[in-house]
C-alpha cells in the first residue's frame, strides 16, 4: 500500500484524533535510486570539516534531502565542553550516544548517558550537553524538523565563530538560556 493511501485510510478511521488533517495535507513521496546517499563511517555527506572546538562535526542528512524534515549529525571526537544551554521552540533534538559518555541537563534534569543510551531534547525546553568520559565520545543528533541548524552549525564553526548572543541564537530560531554545562 502506498504512504499517501495508507494515510488516507487511517485519516478514515481516526477522525476524530485528528488524524484526517495530517494524512490530507502531506505532500506525497517520491523516491528514487538517485537519491540515494551512502554516507561511509567517518564522512560527512558533502566532504566537509565542520567543528565548534569540542568535537568534528559530520553532517550525516542534509535538511534538502528530506524537505527539511530532518537534519543529523555526528560528534566525532567530542571532548569536554559544549554548547551552551538553549532551547528550541520549534524543533525536537534527539541524542544517541555511540562512544563515551556524555552528561546532559534537560531542563533541570541531568542525565549520564553511555555508549548506546539515547535522550530526547523536547521542543521548548532547554537542554545541552558535554563529554565527561576519559577518552573523546561520539554520537548522532537528529533534528525534528531541521530548522535552521545546517546554516547555525555552518556560521558558528571554528577558528573563527561570531558573537553567539541571545539575539544571534534567536536568528537560528533558538533561545540561549544560559552558559555551557560545566562536566566537573
Known amino acids: 500500500m502506498k504512504r499517501r493511501s495508507f494515510l488516507k485510510t487511517a485519516a478514515a478511521l481516526f477522525p476524530a484524533a485528528g488524524v484526517q488533517a495530517f494524512a490530507l495535507n502531506q505532500d506525497p513521496v517520491t523516491s528514487s535510486s538517485d537519491q540515494v546517499h551512502l554516507v561511509a563511517a567517518g564522512q560527512d555527506r558533502l566532504g566537509e570539516v565542520h567543528s565548534r ?4 562535526i559530520l553532517f550525516k542528512v542534509l535538511p534538502r534531502e528530506t524537505n527539511g524534515g530532518l537534519f543529523v549529525i555526528e560528534h566525532a571526537g567530542l571532548v569536554k565542553g559544549g554548547p551552551p544551554l538553549h532551547m528550541h521552540p ?28 539515547s535522550i530526547l531534547g523536547p521542543r521548548g525546553v532547554p537542554h545541552t550537553f558535554s563529554a565527561v568520559g576519559e577518552k573523546p565520545g561520539r554520537m548522532l543528533i537528529a533534528f525534528n524538523p531541521a ?20 539575539a544571534f541564537f534567536r536568528r537560528y530560531e533558538m533561545e540561549l538560556m544560559g552558559p555551557p554545562l560545566s562536566a566537573s
Open 147 to 166: 530548522g535552521k541548524m545546517e546554516e547555525f552549525l555552518r556560521v558558528t564553526g571554528v577558528p573563527n565563530p561570531p558573537v553567539q548572543d541571545a
Open 53 to 56: 572546538g569540542y568535537s568534528s
Open 90 to 117: 520549534h524543533q525536537e533534538e534527539w541524542f544517541y550516544v555511540m562512544e563515551g559518555e556524555v552528561l546532559f541537563q534537560i531542563g533541570d534534569s541531568r542525565k549520564k548517558l553511555h555508549a548506546g543510551d
